[in-house]
C-alpha cells in the first residue's frame, strides 16, 4: 500500500538550536499518528513543517495526491500548497481563533471553505455549513452567530466543521484540546474519534496529553530536544516504554 504521506529527513534548525533532526515516517489512509513531547521538543516545529507552515532545511513531505500521486509538497509551488490546504489537507489550531475567521457568521466559517474549491450556489453553500454545523453539535439556529459569541468548546467544534466540510484526507492537529476544560475536552474528543471514525480520515495530532493520544491515535512517535527518540503502537509505548525519556513521560502522568 503506498503512504498517504512519507516524511524523509526533515530537518529545521533556529541558529544552534534543533527544531527537529532527521525525522522520518509514513502515514497510511485511514491511520492516526500521534506525536508527543514537552514543550520545546521539536513536535510543533515538526508539524509546521509537514504541513507546509514552515519550509525545512532539509527532507521531504511527500503526499500522495488524488490527481498527480506522491508529489514532494516541499517544492510544490504556492498556490498548488494552498489549494491541497484548501481540499485534501485541514489544519486544526490550539487556539479556535487562529482557525476561524471571528468577524463572519459560523455559517460563513463553514463556506467560506466551500466556496474556495468552486462551490458557488448560496442555497447549497448553507445548507451543507448547517449540516455541518449540527455534526460538531452546534444547533442550526447558530447558523448566523459569529463566533465570538460562542464558547471557547464551541468556537474549537466550529474550526473542526470548517475544516472538515470539504472531505479531507488528511488533518494535521496542533492541541486539539489544549486550553479547553476537563469537561469540554472529553465532549471533544468523543466527537473527534466518531468524526475521525466515519470519514476514515488520517490525522496526525502533536499534544502533550497522553490520554489525548490515547483515545486517539494508532501509532505514537515521542519526541525529546528535536529527535525522535521512541515509536510504536500507541498502547505498546504506553504500557511498556522502552525509552527512558518516555518512561518519565508516562510515569509523570501516572503520578498527578
Known amino acids: 500500500m503506498t503512504p498517504l504521506l512519507s516524511v524523509q529527513g526533515i530537518t529545521k534548525t533556529y541558529g544552534a538550536h534543533i527544531g527537529c533532526a532527521d525525522v522520518s515516517f509514513d502515514l497510511y489512509p485511514g491511520e492516526v499518528m500521534g506525536i508527543v ?55 486544526v489550531h490550539q487556539h479556535a481563533r487562529d482557525g476561524l475567521r471571528m468577524g463572519v457568521s459560523a455559517g460563513g466559517n463553514v463556506g467560506e471553505r ?53 472531505g479531507p484526507r488528511l488533518v494535521f492537529m496542533d492541541e486539539p484540546t489544549g486550553g479547553l476544560d476537563v469537561s469540554v475536552q ?31 491515535a494508532d501509532r505514537l512517535m515521542v519526541m525529546k530536544s528535536g529527535h525522535v527518540v521512541e515509536t510504536g503502537l500507541t498502547d505498546q509505548v504506553l504500557d511498556d516504554p522502552q525509552h527512558a525519556y518516555s518512561q518519565l513521560l508516562v510515569s509523570s502522568v501516572l503520578q498527578v
Open 114 to 166: 466551500l466556496m474556495a474549491v468552486g462551490d458557488r450556489h448560496y442555497g447549497d453553500i448553507r445548507d451543507k455549513a448547517t449540516d455541518w454545523l449540527e455534526r460538531v453539535e452546534i444547533h442550526a439556529s447558530r447558523v448566523d452567530d459569529r463566533p465570538t459569541t460562542f464558547s471557547g468548546g464551541m468556537q474549537q467544534r466550529l474550526q473542526i466543521a470548517r475544516n472538515l466540510v470539504t
Open 37 to 91: 513531547g514537552e514543550s520545546g521538543s521539536g513536535k510543533s516545529t515538526l508539524l509546521n513543517c509537514m504541513a507546509g507552515h514552515l519550509v525545512p532545511d532539509a527532507g521531504q513531505v511527500v503526499f500522495d495526491t488524488r490527481s498527480d500521486g506522491p508529489r514532494d509538497t516541499v517544492t510544490m509551488s504556492e498556490p498548488e500548497r494552498r489549494m491541497l490546504g484548501r481540499t485534501d489537507w485541514a489544519f
Open 186 to 216: 472529553a465532549r471533544l474528543l468523543d466527537l473527534l474519534r466518531g468524526l475521525v471514525r466515519d470519514m476514515g480520515l488520517s490525522a496526525i495530532i502533536v499534544t502533550h496529553d497522553l490520554a489525548v493520544v490515547r483515545l486517539l
